[in-house]
């Protein structure tokens, strides 16, 4: 098994796609903050099917630009070796791991990629400035990469819905590929944070899960119910404490008051498990009744949009 190329800087980065640039092969584009895991894995293998033969590149940059905490950048995972593992597995072509100078060489950036009101709110209402880093160097990595497709996790949906919002808005010319979140067995969303917690903290996360399994199971009898069971299966979870649950509509708008039968919308929840902030969502359907057994999100659907 041949690994992947490990490039560092702009340079390095160009002379490796130069060549699938001359042959018109497409590229894609996975952006991670390193410490990969299978949800990783999924968007890698993803990647790959949407460019056959073409380069996947992964991106490791640990962005100090989305990060509000100097001990929250400070402890997040840095595994290289074991991404380069991960990447050679799912048979990537390109890692880029630039230093913080290769991607910011004047220092913080003068001009960044504002999110408009869609920034403040969950998410952004908690981490001020978060999706304004996110964007400014995803925006940076496609500039850098200029791939035909990336691919994103649903898992942080927000920063799913900017980016498209980002690339739509400001004519990128890429194609934005969203990946379903993989969960563990007993639901919890894959997620570099959960190195963090300990045994008893990753029991306690599983609420995050359950409460959003608890609002799709009663989302047929519309939004107002879906929240309420949600709230009622976090009522007594320990160590849980709860930032945000809200229903929205799929672009994180407000829902309308009497949504119609059928009507897409997304449960979304963040909370703190000791000291580790976890984000969660999944999609829901309104006033329908739901296909199969009562369920709770899924750790084998594959299904990708
Ligand atoms: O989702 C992440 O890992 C990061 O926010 C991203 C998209 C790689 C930007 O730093």
């Known amino acids: 098994m041949s690994g992947p190329t490990l490039v560092r800087t702009r340079l390095e980065l160009a002379a490796h796609l130069a060549a699938a640039r001359r042959t018109g092969e497409r590229v894609a584009l996975v952006p991670t903050m390193g410490a990969l895991h299978d949800g990783h894995a999924s968007l890698m293998r993803l990647a790959r099917e949407r460019v056959g033969a073409g380069p996947v590149v992964v991106s490791v940059f640990v962005n100090p630009l989305q990060f509000g905490e100097a001990a929250d950048l400070d402890s997040y995972p840095r595994t290289l070796e074991a991404d380069l593992e991960v990447c050679a597995r799912e048979g ?156 929205t509509d799929p672009a994180l708008d407000v829902l309308p008051d009497d949504p119609a039968a059928g009507t897409e919308a997304r449960a979304l929840i963040a909370a703190r498990v000791g000291s580790t902030r976890l984000i969660d969502n999944v999609p829901l359907v309104l006033g329908v009744p739901a296909a199969g057994p009562a369920s709770s999100p899924s750790s084998t659907d594959p299904h990708q949009e």
């Open 92 to 247: 990537v072509d390109v890692v880029f791991a630039p230093g913080v100078d290769e991607v910011y060489p004047g220092g913080e950036p003068q001009v960044t990629v504002h999110p408009g009101p869609l920034g403040d709110v969950l998410e952004g209402r908690t981490r001020p400035g978060h999706y304004r880093g996110v964007l400014t160097v995803v925006a940076k990595l496609l500039g850098l990469v200029r791939p035909d497709v990336a691919v994103f996790g649903q898992k942080d949906y927000q920063q799913l819905v900017l980016i498209r919002r980002m690339v739509a808005d400001l004519c990128l010319d890429v194609e934005v590929v969203g990946a379903e979140t993989r969960r563990e067995d007993d639901g919890l969303a894959m997620s570099s944070r959960n190195v963090h917690l300990d045994p008893e903290q990753r029991l306690q996360a599983v609420a995050l899960s359950r409460a959003l399994g608890a609002a799709a199971d009663q989302a047929s009898f519309g939004a107002k119910v879906a929240l309420d069971a949600a709230r009622e299966e976090l009522r007594d979870a320990a160590g849980v404490d709860l930032d945000y649950l809200e229903v």
